[in-house]
């Protein structure tokens, strides 16, 4: 099953995928869609307020904010998932994401620390859903010093799109087995389901 949506101007088919026997949710991958990843960082820094860095979360918002990166001249950072050898003094936040089976660690160095400290940041993401990956880096920006100017994504999933301050471009809904779309009032929606917590 599929669900067909226009996102920045393109028509896309997501794949639906199976979280729960009673919630699926559209598969939204820009990796290798070269065409999305442009269109899509174009459309959001139309939106965008002033910024001096674009902060993301390794991995699926790299391609995103290296193209907003291309596109504004502004300096991207990526908060890995683990620390790396190269990486000196490093602070980390855990993060629960709906994609992932397991916690999360998002890591920053000093490097990337001294270049956001004092800095308006703009942290950007291919899908918003339970906002826990936009709250770790929140955290995370927070703890540099620099100022968040907004919270942007292609995409926000199912009840993220009533959370206040973020920019997206289209809303994404949450599905039943059968590939329907879940009613707002249904009372089965990401966050109610800890198992995916």
């Known amino acids: 099953m599929d669900h067909i949506m226009k996102i920045a101007g393109l028509e896309r088919h997501l794949p639906l995928c199976k979280v729960t ?3 699926y949710i559209g598969a939204f991958i820009m990796f290798g869609d070269t065409e999305i990843t442009v269109a899509s960082a174009e459309a959001l820094l139309k939106k965008s307020p002033e910024f001096d860095v674009i902060i ?5 918002g790299i391609p995103l904010a290296y193209e907003m990166s291309r596109q504004s001249g502004k300096p991207y950072i990526v908060a890995r998932k683990g620390p790396k050898l190269y990486m000196q003094d490093i602070m980390t936040v855990n993060v629960d994401s709906i994609t992932t089976d397991h916690m999360q660690t998002l890591c920053l160095g000093r490097q990337e620390r001294d270049i956001m400290n004092g800095k308006r940041i703009l942290i950007v993401d291919d899908v918003i859903s339970t906002g826990e990956s936009l709250r770790a880096l929140e955290q995370l920006v927070e703890a540099t010093g620099g100022v968040i100017t907004a919270r942007e994504a292609v995409l926000a999933e199912g009840d993220a799109t009533e959370m206040d301050g973020i920019i997206y471009l ?3 809904p949450v599905f039943n087995p059968d590939g329907s779309i879940k009613e707002p009032a249904e009372a089965d929606n990401i966050d109610n389901h800890p198992e995916i917590k």
Do not use: V
């Open 21 to 23: 026997d009673d919630l």
């Open 56 to 60: 993301t979360a390794e991995s699926k």
């Open 170 to 172: 289209e809303k994404l």
